[in-house]
């Protein structure tokens, strides 16, 4: 599938000029086709800052729909996580304070 030179939007095959932005005769551009994999370390960094995957995801959806995938999936598994742990966290917090209480009465 080629991509418009103007603004990176998805062509259809044979198109004369791009539906997003009415660039004429955009060409065959291979530009990121080629890199719009998933994997490699950013859904690692989406994992662990899911603020950070959520703002990837959105950049991305549009030139490189793989990889703004694999980096919002990453992104919602760290904010689920993430979200365990807090409560898990508070749970733990609430415990140390209820037997502190306790000690003081
Ligand atoms: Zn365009």
Not at 1 to 9: E, I, V
């Amino acid at each position: 599938m080629p991509y418009c030179s103007h603004c990176g939007a998805q062509l259809p095959d044979g198109a004369p000029a791009c539906p997003q932005c009415a660039a004429t005769r955009p060409g065959p551009i291979v530009r990121e086709a080629a890199a719009d994999k998933p994997g490699g370390g950013l859904p690692v960094l989406a994992f662990l800052f899911p603020v950070v995957g959520f703002a990837l995801w959105y950049a991305w959806r549009q030139p490189t729909p793989l990889r703004a995938r694999s980096v919002r999936r990453a992104a919602v598994a760290g904010a689920i996580v993430g979200a365990i742990a807090y409560v898990v966290a508070f749970v733990v917090y609430l415990a140390v304070i209820a037997a502190a209480m306790k000690k003081l009465s």
